[in-house]
């Protein structure tokens, strides 16, 4: 059974960092594309970043550039986000997904989906 389990949310204050963690079961990460999504209330979903499993190459939201970055442990299976200086405007409801290869941007392209995990930048 494909599995999706994110981790690492929580409540941070601003300037903060957490690390979200997409652990998969059931298939190998190691020729699937990973990418984080999220979602706002009241807004749509977007894309964050994206890691692709043909050369590990990387793509980010240009409102995240510079304080996440996406990184892969196939060894474990695990797809991170590590996510710094955290501003309030980043709190959403946070999930990854999978698609075979290649990152897009486009969500309705992932197969399978996280249960999503709950990210709130508050003093």
């Known amino acids: 059974q494909v599995q999706l389990v994110e981790s690492g949310g929580g409540l941070v204050q601003p300037g903060g960092s957490l690390r979200l963690s997409c652990a998969a079961s059931?298939?190998?990460?190691?020729?699937?594309?990973i990418g984080w999504f999220r979602q706002a209330p009241g807004k749509e979903r977007e894309g964050v970043s994206c890691?692709?499993?043909?050369?590990?190459?990387?793509t980010y939201a240009d409102s995240v550039k510079g304080r996440f970055t996406i990184y892969r442990d196939n060894a474990k299976n695990t797809v991170y986000m590590q996510m710094n200086s955290l501003k309030p405007d980043i709190t959403a409801v946070y999930y990854c997904?999978?698609?075979?290869?290649?990152?897009?941007?486009?969500?309705?392209?992932?197969?399978?989906w996280g249960q999503g995990n709950q990210v709130t930048v508050s003093s």
């Open positions: 890691i692709s499993s043909s050369d590990g190459s990387t």
């Open positions: 997904a999978t698609k075979n290869y290649y990152c897009s941007g486009d969500g309705g392209r992932y197969d399978y």
């Open positions: 059931g298939f190998t990460l190691d020729y699937y594309a």
